[in-house]
């Protein structure tokens, strides 16, 4: 079905900031909710913020604020910029495509790291 490609991760310091991207293929992609979760090693993967085909957004209470999702629809891409990053935002982060079937797509993930 869908394939998600992530890219954008890497290290940076703590008050930094990144913007992921998410790159899809295989799928109509302006018709679906585009998602952006984490996973800190040894932890459950978590959602952090979410776009519905209109444009409104959702966000975790730790990144609201300082995360901003958005997609170009053009380029079937969805973004994640992260502003203000602190060290317990770091993890896995994965791209997410839910269609309208009860389905879902993820991608492979790219590493964020927060540290000084």
């Known amino acids: 079905q869908a394939q998600l490609v992530e890219s954008g991760g890497g290290l940076v310091q703590p008050g930094g900031s990144l913007r992921l991207s998410c790159a899809a293929s295989?799928?109509?992609?302006?018709?679906?909710?585009m998602g952006w979760y984490r996973q800190a090693p040894g932890k459950q993967r978590e959602l952090v913020a979410q776009?519905?085909?209109?444009?409104?957004?959702v966000y975790a209470d730790s990144v609201k604020g300082r995360c901003t999702i958005s997609r170009d629809n053009a380029k079937n891409t969805v973004y994640l910029h992260m502003n203000n990053l602190k060290p317990e935002d770091t993890g896995v982060y994965y791209c997410?495509?839910?269609?309208?079937?009860?389905?879902?797509?993820w991608g492979q993930g790219t590493q964020v790291t927060v540290s000084s």
């Open positions: 997410k495509l839910s269609n309208n079937f009860g389905g879902s797509d």
């Open positions: 295989g799928s109509i992609f302006r018709f679906y909710t």
């Open positions: 776009i519905v085909s209109d444009g409104s957004s």
